[in-house]
């Protein structure tokens, strides 16, 4: 190859490769996803069938979704496993940053759009059932989850931070946790090849429960009143502040991911 980092043909045809060797796991993934969605919005709308709540629905599915991106990022580096995926995987005709984009794209960029198709799908099926079941006067119409996604978090917000001003602290943040829950999952995935969900749920677990106690005791030398009202006073300055960790965390898992996967050893699947 006298290219080796990116070649446009060798990532299209390493792509085309992934889809067809894992299509029934990704069948399988899609599946599982427009079930489990279908199951919770007909369970929802049986539960608020008289007072239907539209912006419930998007929260559980804004939920959802960050579950499930953590779910698809666990399985980016499924090769990893045994020495003969593994041998297989890195021993193909393409660079490992042609490999490692491969993998985005199929368990990031693919995955947004098939879960939100199964999204919108389910909801269809949901309607239907329920039309079936009951009048449609009694029943939400379809649901629409992208375009209120951004409003209903606003909404959100607001009944939290009442009088502040968190135009900033609404969108952007779903969108950035969940960018660091994928990037974090992926980070365990390539780290921890088997029981990758679990084992960097655990991790997650540990690290967080640290955190919270370190927070705990923070709040006991200076004071909860104190704090809050530090907060309150500097409330855009702690928004930037929760803004720049989220980015700091996915920059920093995101590239320590594509160095351990370069480092990864064909046979032993030792880092060293």
Known sequence: MTNQIFNFRRFSLCLKKELYENKK?????????YLGLVFLMI???????????????????????GFVASVSASL??????????RIEHFMSPASAT???AVQLVIYLVCFVVVFFMCAQLADATRF????????TDRIPGLITFIPGT??????FANIWFDGFNMNLFTGGLLTLSTACSFSTYMFGSVLWPKLSFLKTFAACYAVQSVVGLMLLALFKLFGYGNIVSCIVAHHEVFVWL?????VLLIVAFSIGTYLLYKRKDVIKNTLL
Not at 43 to 65: C, E, K, S
Not at 76 to 85: A, S
Not at 150 to 155: C, I, N
């Open 128 to 135: 239907a059932i329920m039309s079936i079941l009951n009048d």
């Open 150 to 155: 951004f409003s209903f978090a606003e909404e």
């Open 98 to 100: 042609e490999k490692f």
């Open 242 to 246: 929760i803004y720049a960790i989220y």
């Open 76 to 85: 980016m580096f499924g090769k990893l496993k045994n020495k003969e995926t």
């Open 25 to 33: 796991q990704l069948l399988l993934t899609t599946l599982s996803i």
């Open 43 to 65: 369970m929802g709308n049986l539960i608020f069938l008289l007072q239907p709540l539209i912006d419930v629905a998007r929260f559980v599915v804004i939920a959802m979704f």
